[in-house]
């Protein structure tokens, strides 16, 4: 495969255009940012996200062009509303992903677009577009860091590079200011050992909050002057990164039903499946194995005290599927993580490594449970998870998504007016109108 460099990235953040490429290409951008919009409404009923949100409130109030997704028509400067914007947005972990970057590259991007495109008065065709150059660079970049590194880090260290390259197209940057931007937004961006937060789960999670804030930052500086030192495509003799135009990412992404890390996914999937099918006592279950990948087994919490703690379990929310046949919002509040029936059944959950399924990650990310109840085994054979590429979300069921996740904050009528002026020659103001009143 040819190798590609920082010049060629350049060259893709000022040429690229949606209106040349396929519609499908179109569609998946306009499907990443309706569902970013809803998780980032959701995410601001979050316990956390209100510390950030008071920061950008105390930091960023003056001269405010960029909303706040919280409802509350608030707005801020657009450094602080992307900060606070793409924190929530990951907060829920229900934001979109790309397995082989294994990250959220909507959720880094989305956010600082969409402040910078509102603080321009831009139309949604100019959003649409960086957040499509976007998205491809940033998971480019992870590749290519993952490649060069041979270590795993989160969305924020990547992503950057993405937010940098989405605000560089819309304020029309020069070749070399772009070259500068996504320079100093790899240079700057946030390290986000993973593991570490899959291992010990704090607010800090992907990293997302932190690398799109980088991502703007590092282009309003490239602007004004602030040189970088190349990037990671200068680096990457590997061919491991497809050229631009030869692969559209975006639309390789999935989507997720449930608000955990999306290894645990298939898992809840089959838990449900099986709960639905079988008719199974939750009360009878005696040891619930899980069989997947080795990554995955690592989510070991099993008496989360927190949201993010509930996130990165894999116990948890297979008990709390099994036991009340969801795994929703509603499944991060207290009460629900302090349920004695929940908690007996998540130290009831033995994770293990499946040699198969570890060798198909992470192209598939799968998982079979077994359900013993002392007098009956219960086999979900190997599931994969809804909103997986091969297994896409029908367009009812991310509808019913989204207005699941932005209810009480606003109507449910939002979702399909949000969908409709994605698709129509309006400005970014009228686009987001819902959230700034």
Same mark, same amino acid.
């Given at each position: 495969?040819?190798?590609?460099?920082?010049?060629?990235?350049?060259?893709?953040?000022?040429? !690229?255009?949606?209106?040349? %490429?396929?519609?499908? $290409?179109?569609?998946?951008?306009?499907?990443? =940012?309706?569902?970013? &919009? @809803?998780?980032?409404?959701?995410?601001?009923?979050?316990?956390?996200?209100?510390?950030?949100?008071?920061?950008?409130?105390?930091?960023?109030?003056?001269?405010?062009?960029?909303?706040?997704?919280?409802?509350?028509?608030?707005?801020?400067?657009?450094?602080?509303?992307?900060?606070?914007?793409?924190?929530?947005?990951?907060?829920?972990?229900?934001?979109?992903?790309?397995?082989?970057?294994?990250?959220?590259?909507?959720?880094?991007?989305?956010?600082?677009?969409?402040?910078?495109?509102?603080?321009?008065? !831009?139309?949604?065709?100019? %959003?649409?577009?960086? $957040?499509?150059?976007?998205?491809?660079?940033? =998971?480019?970049?992870? &590749? @290519?860091?993952?490649?060069?590194?041979?270590?795993?880090?989160?969305?924020?260290?990547?992503?950057?590079?993405?937010?940098?390259?989405?605000?560089?197209?819309?304020?029309?940057?020069?070749?070399?200011?772009?070259?500068?931007?996504?320079?100093?937004?790899?240079?700057?961006?946030?390290?986000?050992?993973?593991?570490?937060?899959?291992?010990?789960?704090?607010?800090?999670?992907?990293?997302?909050?932190w690398g799109s804030y980088v991502g703007i930052v590092s282009a309003?500086?490239?602007?004004?002057?602030?040189?970088?030192?190349?990037?990671?495509?200068?680096?990457?003799?590997?061919?491991?990164?497809?050229?631009?135009?030869?692969?559209?990412?975006?639309?390789?992404?999935?989507?997720?039903?449930?608000?955990?890390?999306?290894?645990?996914?298939?898992?809840?999937?089959?838990?449900?499946?099986?709960?639905?099918?079988?008719?199974?006592?939750?009360?009878?279950?005696?040891?619930?194995?899980?069989?997947?990948?080795?990554?995955?087994?690592?989510?070991?919490?099993?008496?989360?005290?927190?949201?993010?703690?509930?996130?990165?379990?894999?116990?948890?929310?297979?008990?709390?599927?099994?036991?009340?046949?969801?795994?929703?919002?509603?499944?991060?509040?207290?009460?629900?993580?302090?349920?004695?029936?929940?908690?007996?059944?998540?130290?009831?959950?033995?994770?293990?490594?499946?040699?198969?399924?570890?060798?198909?990650?992470?192209?598939?990310?799968?998982?079979?449970?077994?359900?013993d109840t002392g007098s009956e085994t219960y086999d979900s054979k190997?599931?994969?998870?809804?909103?997986?590429?091969?297994?896409?979300?029908?367009?009812?069921?991310?509808?019913?998504?989204?207005?699941?996740?932005?209810?009480?904050?606003?109507?449910?009528?939002?979702v399909e007016r949000t969908e409709q002026r994605l698709c129509d020659?309006?400005?970014?103001?009228?686009?987001?109108?819902?959230?700034?009143?």
């Open positions: 495969m040819d190798t590609i460099d920082t010049t060629d990235a350049v060259t893709f953040v000022h040429s !690229a255009s949606l209106r040349e %490429l396929p519609l499908s $290409v179109e569609r998946a951008v306009r499907i990443r =940012v309706l569902d970013t &919009l @809803a998780a980032m409404t959701a995410g601001y009923r979050q316990d956390g996200v209100d510390i950030v949100r008071q920061y950008a409130l105390d930091r960023f109030g003056g001269n405010s062009t960029a909303t706040l997704f919280d409802g509350s028509g608030t707005s801020v400067r657009s450094e602080g509303a992307t900060l606070a914007n793409a924190t929530a947005a990951n907060a829920l972990d229900i934001d979109d992903g790309h397995r082989e970057v294994k990250g959220h590259p909507a959720a880094v991007v989305v956010p600082a677009a969409l402040a910078t495109a509102e603080s321009a008065n !831009a139309t949604v065709e100019t %959003l649409l577009d960086a $957040v499509y150059v976007g998205y491809e660079v940033g =998971v480019r970049a992870g &590749l @290519a860091m993952h490649e060069i590194d041979g270590v795993y880090t989160g969305t924020g260290s990547w992503g950057a590079v993405g937010a940098g390259a989405a605000v560089a197209r819309i304020r029309e940057f020069s070749p070399e200011q772009t070259a500068h931007a996504l320079g100093v937004a790899e240079y700057h961006a946030p390290r986000t050992p993973i593991m570490r937060g899959v291992e010990r789960p704090g607010m800090t999670k992907d990293g997302i909050g309003h500086l490239a602007k004004s002057g602030f040189t970088g030192s190349g990037t990671v495509f200068d680096e990457d003799d590997t061919g491991s990164v497809a050229p631009f135009g030869d692969v559209h990412h975006v639309t390789e992404a999935y989507l997720k039903p449930y608000p955990c890390c999306r290894w645990v996914q298939p898992g809840v999937a089959a838990a449900l499946s099986l709960m639905k099918t079988a008719n199974i006592d939750s009360t009878a279950i005696e040891t619930v194995r899980v069989h997947t990948f080795e990554e995955a087994t690592h989510l070991k919490t099993r008496n989360p005290e927190t949201p993010e703690e509930a996130q990165y379990s894999y116990p948890f929310p297979i008990a709390a599927a099994l036991v009340r046949e969801q795994f929703t919002q509603a499944e991060h509040a207290s009460d629900v993580l302090s349920d004695p029936d929940i908690l007996a059944l998540s130290d009831a959950v033995e994770l293990h490594v499946d040699e198969t399924l570890d060798g198909r990650f992470p192209g598939e990310c799968l998982a079979r449970l077994e359900l190997v599931t994969r998870p809804p909103g997986a590429r091969e297994q896409p979300l029908a367009a009812d069921v991310r509808r019913e998504k989204a207005r699941r996740l932005v209810t009480p904050t606003l109507p449910m009528s939002v020659s309006v400005s970014v103001g009228t686009l987001l109108s819902p959230w700034r009143t």
